[in-house]
T-cell receptor, first 110, second 114 residues
Framework: LAKTTQPISMDSYEGQEVNITCSHNNIATNDYITWYQQFPSQGPRFIIQGYKTKVTNEVASLFIPADRKSSTLSLPRVSLSDTAVYYCLVVGAAGNKLTFGGGTRVLVKP | KAGVTQTPRYLIKTRGQQVTLSCSPISGHRSVSWYQQTPGQGLQFLFEYFSETQRNKGNFPGRFSGRQFSNSRSEMNVSTLELGDSALYLC?????????????FGSGTQLSVL
């Protein structure tokens, strides 16, 4: 399964847009890209999942270029409560395997 | 609707002992998967159970095992504990089988091996 690489940390300010890019060079044709958010002392929480192009829900957008070797999670107008660790995952289409990235620690400042 | 419940929240064991962790999935969810989280290795997939059968397995030694009951509740067992087994163990549930499903995680069991 594809290995994922993401930045270790990012700082931002309230009201700004945060973009986190994940690299997955060896992604297979049918693999999905999924993002989770984790707060201290809690388990990860699903944010968004996509296969190609762009996916948007009420909390985030996921941009996946045509070659699918990377993906970008976009968090619009972040608040202090968005301070968390964000994980990029590649999941096999058959649902039988997944690989977590190392996580990106996002700090939102006032 | 209650979330995924993991018990106990904290556990301290000594090397060589065994431990059993419990996970109650969200009502109606039939799949339970387990994960190990450590500062060094990050999040790693252990195994997934669906309909009382292990469906998928990560790269962990046989000391790590699990089972699922008819009510979808799951237990994970680690035998002959090693210092390196100290970690946060997370379980997640989903409606159907498959790690590409939307996973709902519990808050985990923090295991310390002394």
């Amino acid at each position: 399964l594809a290995k994922t690489t993401q930045p270790i940390s990012m700082d931002s300010y309230e009201g700004q847009e945060v973009n986190i890019t994940c690299s997955h060079n060896n992604i297979a044709t049918n693999d999905y890209i999924t993002w989770y958010q984790q707060f201290p002392s809690q388990g990860p929480r699903f944010i968004i999942q996509g296969y190609k192009t762009k996916v948007t829900n009420e909390v985030a957008s996921l941009f996946i270029p045509a070659d699918r070797k990377s993906s970008t999670l976009s968090l619009p107008r972040v608040s202090l409560s968005d301070t968390a660790v964000y994980y990029c995952l590649v999941v096999g289409a058959a649902g039988n395997k997944l690989t977590f990235g190392g996580g990106t620690r996002v700090l939102v400042k006032p | 609707k209650a979330g995924v419940t993991q018990t106990p929240r904290y556990l301290i064991k000594t090397r060589g002992q065994q431990v059993t962790l419990s996970c109650s999935p969200i009502s109606g969810h039939r799949s339970v998967s387990w994960y190990q989280q450590t500062p060094g290795q990050g999040l790693q997939f252990l195994f997934e159970y669906f309909s009382e059968t292990q469906r998928n397995k990560g790269n962990f030694p046989g000391r790590f095992s699990g089972r699922q009951f008819s009510n979808s509740r799951s237990e994970m067992n680690v035998s002959t504990l090693e210092l390196g087994d100290s970690a946060l163990y997370l379980c997640a549930s989903s409606r159907e089988q498959g790690l590409n499903e939307k996973l709902f995680f519990g808050s985990g069991t923090q295991l310390s091996v002394l």
